[in-house]
DNA sequence: CATAACTCGTTAGCACTGCTAAGCATTCCC
DNA sequence: GGGAATGCTTAGCAGTGCTAACGAGTTATG
């Protein structure tokens, strides 16, 4: 059992203690990238990474976006959506299938990605200049982890 | 500017670029982590947290709790009623400045939090157990930045 | 070849959780 | 004592996740 008042730094040594701070962690500094909006032309943070996805990979369907982002479908459907009536992007045929839906990027949502995106990460680069190199490489370690994780079963 | 198709090694190693990974990766992962609800005697996110906090450091102000969660007071106000309702935590008066709400841990609430944030770590702690050590270490290092990350101004 | 079963995306509706604005009680300061 | 500041609450709204149920298209089976 545990003592009456576990520091951070006790906790952190097993795994469960592991498991529980970067629950709070991630947790945390999510809800605190959320608020990092700016006023004029933002994008939710669902739409960042959809636009981010895009841009990274190409075209995808919807389902390929949902699975990637661990969200069920309709709710993709949803943020598609949207992004679509911003001129973002834009939905097409799949080639053999006609079922399934393709999304692209427009033109003008790679404009608006890139822009939006410098301008989102402002605050977190920010912070991260602050850090010590040795906390930045953690956290470049990190980074790939959490987004593995955040696809296991 | 950056090429037709970064992938995530290449776009990590500036700070913009882990900026925006790290912001990926923790979204998606609060994502995962809030799909691992218990069906009986579940608690949300928010609520562990509080208890959490409460079981590590004690009685603690509605305010207290609120800027450590970054959270604006009227959420914090809703999360504890909440709590109060399932008798987790009771609601007293501050010793001697009669505005403040002080919140304390009910012996139930203890037994709660403990028991069920077993329960909700273990998944994430099984991923973690799946991971290299030097992976684990990783983490370890990185989740303690998060945290402090999200307090940054 | 017809039909049953499955898959993909959508629509409809709900729940949770964050916010701001406004109000009340209390405390602090001149 | 009276006005400003602080702490919490109430009321109402927005964003974003979910499930259930449905239509269209594809695949498998009899």
């Known amino acids: ?87 973002h992007v834009v939905r097409g045929p799949h080639e053999t299938d006609g079922r399934v839906v393709v999304v692209a990027l427009t033109e003008r949502g790679r404009e608006v990605v890139l822009a939006d995106r410098s301008r989102r990460d402002a605050w977190l680069a920010v912070q991260l200049a602050h850090l010590t190199p040795d906390e930045r490489a953690a956290l470049r370690r990190a980074a790939p982890i959490l987004d593995r994780l955040s696809q296991a079963d």
Chains 1, 2 share one sequence.
Do not use: K
Not at 19 to 34: N, P, Q, S, T
Not at 68 to 79: A, D, F, H, I
């Open 1 to 87: 059992m545990v003592s009456d008042m576990p520091t951070t730094e006790a906790v952190v040594r097993t795994d469960a203690g592991l498991a529980a701070e970067l629950r709070v962690g991630v947790m945390r500094l999510r809800r605190r990238l959320a608020l990092e909006r700016h006023p004029e032309n933002d994008l939710s943070l669902g739409q960042m990474a959809v636009l981010g996805l895009l841009l990274r990979r190409g075209e995808m369907t919807i389902g390929q976006l949902a699975r990637l982002e661990r969200v069920q479908p309709p709710s993709m459907t949803r943020t598609v959506s949207c992004l679509e009536e911003l001129g």
